[in-house]
């Protein structure tokens, strides 16, 4: 398990902890948590190619699953907010401040 506390950027901390245990290949089956603000992508209706990135200041609950590649991050999210509407995307990144982050992984063989 990798933890994010109050304080820490999401996926700078994953790749630090990620290094720091050897894993260099391996799949995050469950993310949990919250976070205070974050930056998702999504793809261009007419170019996939295309990302659109967008920033919020707010609070959200988290959940999503990614990979490690070659000592590299990815993570795709659903972000729940008030209101009870959800977004979903690609992570850039994500400050936790009031609650936690966990990624539970299963790590692969090099080779």
């Known amino acids: 398990m990798l933890t994010v506390r109050p304080g820490e950027e999401v996926i700078e901390t994953l790749t630090k902890q990620a290094a720091d245990q050897g894993i260099t290949n391996g799949a995050i089956v469950s993310l949990i948590g919250a976070v205070d603000e974050c930056a998702i ?58 609650f936690f982050v966990h990624a539970y992984t299963l790590t692969l063989e090099d080779g």
Do not use: C
């Open 41 to 98: 992508s999504n793809m261009l209706a007419e170019d996939a190619g295309t990302d659109i990135i967008s920033e919020y200041q707010q609070p959200f609950e988290l959940s999503g699953t990614g990979e490690i590649q070659n000592g590299k991050v990815h993570v795709h999210v659903v972000l729940g907010r008030e209101g009870d509407t959800a977004l979903t995307g690609h992570l850039h990144w994500a400050r936790v401040e009031t």
